[in-house]
Nanobody
Framework: QVQLVESGGGLVQAGGSLRLSCAAS????????MGWFRQAPGKEREFVAG????????YYTNSVKGRFTISRDNAKNTVYLQMNSLKPDDTALYYC?????????????????WGQGTQVTVSS
């Protein structure tokens, strides 16, 4: 069992930056691939970024490549999402999720545990 708690969301102007954190409970955090997803009002939840259990493998959706960076600290049971050059289209509820799949997945069904989400709002 893994419990996830996101933090770091807020209101920021376009072009600004935010750093999201996701703190995980449990001693098996390092066994999970981790992902960040987001969901805007009226839209489906979409994959943003993922990182392998050891931290050496990362993947991003095209719209955030070069602007967002995912990282993890297994000693602190925490995964991060550094978001730079934010755009109004990045406005959404951001979720962190843990996956026990053998590969780094971009689909929601591959993730076993989810946080409650943290709101990111980017004003123009």
């Amino acid at each position: 069992q893994v419990q996830l708690v996101e933090s770091g969301g807020g209101l920021v102007q376009a072009g600004g930056s935010l750093r999201l954190s996701c703190a995980a409970s449990g001693r098996t955090f390092s066994r999970y691939n981790m992902g960040w997803f987001r969901q805007a009002p009226g839209k489906e939840r979409e994959f943003v970024a993922g990182i392998g259990w050891a931290g050496g493998n990362t993947y991003y959706t095209n719209s955030v490549k070069g602007r967002f960076t995912i990282s993890r600290d297994n000693a602190k049971n925490t995964v991060y999402l550094q978001m730079n050059s934010l755009k109004p289209d990045d406005t959404a509820l951001y979720y962190c999720a843990a996956s026990s799949a053998a590969y780094l997945s971009t689909t929601t069904v591959s993730y076993n545990y989810w946080g409650q989400g943290t709101q990111v709002t980017v004003s123009s």
